[in-house]
């Protein structure tokens, strides 16, 4: 596994032993995909209060595209444990590796905002490794799709939380996008494991 990375605003990243749950959660650093500039849109950590004023979350939490950790950093504000890795390292995260090629078990919740191109790829291994919750911040246009309904027919979604005002995301990281407008329509997705019923559809 890679040496963690020091955690900017003084705190300290995971620095368990090899016998640390953390440590099982390594994967090759190979991928058969790239994080290239363009698909790096870092969300505004705002969405993390929205999310957490309407759902609870186990008290550790994996977020594996944490990039420069906008919504890392605002789960540890709210008193979480979090694990954050990704496949590029943006100077913020515990340990970087292909999470699409990783096979260990995690004991807690993951929440990210996945590279969109990857979407589907990224719940499908969320469900597989952890048995919580998995939340996703993703455009609404994710529930198009004639692939996509054989997938929600298999991996419904339990709630789908829709913004009823538009989200800006960073292209790059740059910050200061956070301000402009947007058109897109956002929405947190959440799925628990062994859920079969029709998903309920509410507003933020």
Known sequence: MTKPQKIEGGKKDWSGNQHSI???LGASNHS???RVERDYYATNPTAIDDLFKVEDFSETI???ACG???LSK???DWGKSVYSTDIVDRGFGNDFFDFLK???KFEG????????KYAREFVEKSIELTNCKVAMFLKLTFLEGQSRKKFFE???PSRVWVYSFRQSVARNGEAEMFNKSSAVCYAWFIWEKGFTGSPIIKWL
Do not use: A, F, L
Request: hydrophobic letters at 15%.
């Open 22 to 24: 953390y440590s099982t």
């Open 109 to 116: 919740d993951i929440i990210t905002n996945p590279p969109y």
């Open 32 to 34: 058969d995909y790239e």
């Open 74 to 76: 605002k789960m540890e």
């Open 62 to 64: 994996w977020e594996p």
């Open 102 to 104: 990783s096979d260990r």
């Open 68 to 70: 420069e950790g906008h």
């Open 154 to 156: 298999k991996y419904p």
